[in-house]
Each structure stands twice: as structure tokens, then as C-alpha cells.
């Protein structure tokens, strides 16, 4: 699949659908653009933030879930997710009236889990360590056959919701945008969302954590390379296996390069935020961050935007993370 | 002096003025407006929240020392802070080739004191226990007979530089926006600010730190109330011994009520914004958002707006706020 087979439906959903109160861009927040000028400062970057962390359920994934449940006609939709699609899609379907299960693994941060039931979504929690999420979600599938099993990141619908985010970053033609991968849901909806408004020059880099870097050495050898199992990054929201299907459709020659960033530079990336740009990120959001701080000759002298994707982070992990260096 | 007395000079200001670059509508930031979904389901208000976490120096105060900095004729402005001024005003001061000499209490946060040096102003600490910062403003000033000694808060440059805040704020015709009050230039900007833009009907509400109450004093008794010191409230940016002469002009007529709040309801707010809303509040902030802990039932379906002054907060300060409760 083509980077321009996506671009009929991304071109669809950003038409003007005042008749339709379902549609995406009544729905979504807008994305914060912050200066962060001590931030700046200190990196000696010309830097901007493109900050999710105040999108409903406080981070992008609300664009994607909210774009799928709107599609399906499924009433019911079943996923795995570290937690923050599950809340987005929990808080979509409470919106649009439908039905969420979520499948969490036992360690996701209890924020995550406490959201996911305040959004009205119903969470089955899983023990990772005896049995995957896929399983899981294959045996609940069984129970519920009424229900749609979604993907967080493979799914066509996914990445044309994550497209909005490109789409309103093309505009600004920064040099570059760098975007937090896992399973690469929100990468492909960016380089698509940015193509597609016809901005060609933008690249889109990805940052991965180090200890889960199979997108760079996917990228590297031209093909799907599998983690043997979920990384346990402190960047949660990108403890995924692999890239997806649909995604390394996109990425394959969308993106200009992966910079896979150290756990030390994620959490001195959390720390720097708060210090100098009030900002409070979840460690998968500062993935872009720690980017800068891991090859900071390569932005040099660029004009480059920091997509920071949420800031669902544990009160205790964050203590830390401040606390440090 | 009246509030109408300032409209001229605030319409003068907030016509286009391109050919002037300094101007203050092409220097700041505009204040970031966020529908703080989980918030309002813990507090069953319907709350928005104008941030300026994101301002420039990372509070409104930038928009007064800008103000005040590009109309005064010195190069040289002399002022005492608690901190969040004199950053602002360090950088306006850079932004526009002036020399900045601030006067801290040497019990500030230390984040505040090291912005206000990187910004390129000079700080001049003080101990509050033995001589007042006004005392040290006045020896200073003997030293320094070129420079304008500035008040963070008493003059109408500054309720001006703030007005723009409120003129922002006016189109959205709140029922209520909630201000923290110190010496009262916010406050007194904002009522000028939304009555200037033509809007009578939303209510400006003041939150001020129960334990240095002069300003609601002050309005109960009809005349400007002092502490008899400084009052050491974790609000720091609050520790004012009384309200000014040019912004008590505005309040005593422009103001619908100010609400104590207590200490803890400081502290909840600043947890709670962290928790729900992903938002980095400092104390001073986030008396707005205590306002409603402290009052509720005042509140109750009203469509309310509560102004977070700032994010600047020293990170020890603020890992014991968040791990509370």
C-alpha cells in the first residue's frame, strides 16, 4: 500500500462535514504549538513542540480511536493497548455511544487504568509474563464475536486519523518533525497527513527507544524486523513487537531516518521539559525530546518540531523522573 | 481613577501596529485555552482554563514587564519580585536592549532566580527578615539615579501589558473568570481588559491566599486592608502586604468577590491539574482552580474560566505537591 493510497480517505475526512457531528475535526483538540524558548537555550536548537498532551484523554491517540469508532459500524470494539488507545477508545465510544474493551497488561500505570474506567470502558487485565495481549484479545474475541478487534496502530482508519495531526503541522514547513514510534500508527499518519497537504519537503524522523529499535533495523534491512519480545522501555506506549503492516507500507520510504534514543536521554528529555518548558510529557512523549539530546549535530542549525504525544504519566514515575540528574 | 480612564491608552495598544516591533500584540504569546475534561468530571464544573504556563518567562507577567518596558524612556528598570516579574521583565528588557536590575527575597525558588540571571537580568537578593525589598529598591535606586524603578504591579503600564490577557478572554463571554490576586495587576488588568472589549456581563472573581486575605479585606471594608507582613504562602507569587493604589482603582467596583482559599486547596489544585488536566501549575496559578475546592457550590453550572498565572516552580517544591493526598 502506497503512501497515496491513504490520501482519497484522508482527503474525505477533512472535507467540511458540518452535517455530520461525528466528524473528526469536530472532534479532535487542535494541537498545542509551544516556543519553547529556554528549551532552545539550552539545546541550541530552533525549536518548536507540537504538544498532544492536551488532546482529549491527553494524548493523540484520541485522533485515531475517535476516527475508527466513527467508521465501524461495530458497536462493540475490542483492543489491546498500553493505555492510552484504550482510553482514547473508550472515551470515542462513550461520545459515540458504542461499547469499549480494553485489554491491559498488570504493569500499565495505574492512571492509565483508573482513565480507561472513568471513560466508561470496560478493562480485562493481562498477565504479559504467562500469556500476550494477542491471546487475550484472541480469547475474548471468542466470547464476544458481536465485536470489532481493533488495532492501536495496524489499521488503516488509525493512521488516517493520526494523518490530522500531519495535516496541520504541513502548513508550518519546518525542516523537520520528529515523531515517537512504536507500532508506527502516528509516524505513518504524519508522513501521510503532511504529503498529502502537499507539503513535500518536511522530513518526518522517527525516535525509537534503543532497547526496542526494531523500526531502525527494519528500516535498515528493508523489511519487518521483529523484537523478540515487548521491549520494557520506560516508554510504555512503545513496547510494541513491531511495526505494522499497514504503517511499514508508509514508513518504508516515508521516513528519513529512525534516531534510536538511550533510556537515559527519555528520562533526562522528561526532566528537561518540566525544567524548561512547563511542560508535563509521559517518557514515550519525550521520545522526539530525547532525539535532540542523542544526535543533536543532526538538528543543528534546522528548523525541527517535537511532536510530544501524551502526558498520561504515574504520579510516582514522574516524581522520579524530575528528581533525578 | 476609573476603568474607563485606562480604555484609551488599552485601544491604543491593541491596534494593529505593524510598523512598530515591539509592540506588545506581536510579543506575546496568546494564552493557551484548555476544556479539562477529566477536571470537570472531578469537579463537576463546567471549567475551562486559559494557561499561561506557555507565556514567554512562563507566566502572564511577561505581557506587563513588555508593556512597561517598551514604553518607559529608561535603559535601565530597577524592580522588585518574587520572581515571576523579574524574569519577565529580564527578558523584556533583553528583547528590547534595556538593562534589568531585580531584587529577589532570597527565599525564592531557586528556578526563578536562575531564569531571571539566564534571561540577562542581574539579580540583587535580599533577606526579607532584616530589611524590606522596598528598602533595598531605594538604596539601590540612590546607586542607580538612571534607572526607572518599576512596580511588578502598581502602575498602569502594567494593568495595561495585562488588560491584553482580558481582551483575549472577553469574546468567549464567560459567567465567571477566576484570577489569582497578589498586589491585584492581573486582576485589574483583566476586569479592564474585558470591559474594554465591550463585554459587561461575565464576572470577575478574585482567589487569593486565605492567609494573606488583604484584598478581600480590603473590598469588605471599602478601603485598602495590609498585611502587617509579608504572608508566607506557598503562593508565593501572593506575598504581597497589600493590594496598589492604581489596581485598587479598578477592583473595588470591577471585582464580583474574591475567594480565601486555604492552603491546602492550593496544594489539591496544583495535584489535581498534574493529575487531570496534564497541566504543570505553580502554587500562585493554582489558586484559581482552589477557588473551586474552596467554594463549589458558588460555582455550580456556571460556565467558568480559571487564568493559570504560571507554571515556574521549583521541582523539589513541586514533587512533594504531587505526591500528596
Known amino acids: 500500500m502506497s503512501v497515496h493510497a491513504h490520501e482519497a480517505a484522508y482527503y474525505k475526512m477533512s472535507e467540511p462535514m458540518t452535517s455530520k457531528p461525528d466528524a473528526l475535526e469536530d472532534a479532535i483538540r487542535p494541537t498545542t504549538l509551544i516556543e519553547p524558548r529556554r528549551l532552545r537555550t539550552a539545546l541550541g536548537i530552533d525549536l518548536h513542540i507540537a504538544s498532544e498532551t492536551f488532546q482529549h484523554t491527553g494524548s493523540f491517540k484520541f485522533r485515531a480511536a475517535y476516527n475508527l469508532a466513527r467508521l465501524v459500524a461495530e458497536e462493540t470494539i475490542l483492543t489491546a493497548s498500553s493505555g492510552n488507545f484504550g482510553q482514547a477508545l473508550a472515551y470515542a465510544c462513550k ?51 458481536e465485536a470489532l478487534v481493533a488495532s492501536a496502530y495496524d ?15 504541513a502548513p508550518h514547513d519546518f525542516d523537520d518533525v520528529i515523531v515517537p514510534v512504536g507500532g508506527g500508527g502516528l509516524s505513518a499518519g504524519i508522513v501521510q497527513g503532511i504529503r498529502a497537504h502537499g507539503n513535500d519537503r518536511t522530513q518526518v524522523i522517527g525516535a525509537e527507544p534503543l532497547i526496542g529499535n526494531d523500526a531502525a533495523r527494519s528500516l535498515r534491512e528493508g523489511r519487518i524486523v521483529r523484537n523478540e519480545r515487548e521491549p520494557q522501555t ?40 518540566f525544567l524548561r518548558a512547563n511542560l508535563k510529557v509521559e517518557p514515550t512523549g519525550a521520545l522526539s525530546i530525547g532525539a535532540l539530546l542523542t544526535e543533536p549535530e543532526r538538528f543543528e542549525g534546522r528548523n525541527v518540531c517535537c511532536v510530544v504525544t501524551g502526558g498520561n504519566v504515574d504520579p510516582e514515575v514522574y516524581r522520579r523522573l524530575i528528581g533525578g540528574g
Do not use: F
Open 95 to 145: 461520545l459515540l455511544n458504542k461499547n469499549a474493551i480494553i485489554v491491559m497488561p498488570e504493569t500499565s500505570a495505574q492512571v492509565k487504568i483508573d482513565a480507561v474506567r472513568e471513560h466508561g470502558g470496560r478493562v480485562e487485565p493481562v498477565d504479559v509474563t504467562v500469556k500476550s495481549r494477542a491471546e487475550r484479545v484472541a480469547e475474548l474475541a471468542k466470547e464476544h464475536p
Open 155 to 169: 489499521d488503516p482508519r488509525v493512521i488516517d486519523g493520526n494523518a490530522s495531526l500531519g495535516w496541520e503541522l
Open 234 to 273: 520506560i516508554a510504555d506506549g512503545a513496547r510494541t513487537v513491531s511495526l505494522g503492516e499497514h504503517n511499514w507500507a508508509i514508513l518504508k520510504d516515508g521516513l528519513a531516518g529512525i534516531v534510536e534514543v538511550p533510556e537515559a536521554h527519555i528520562e533526562d528529555a522528561v526532566r528537561l521539559a
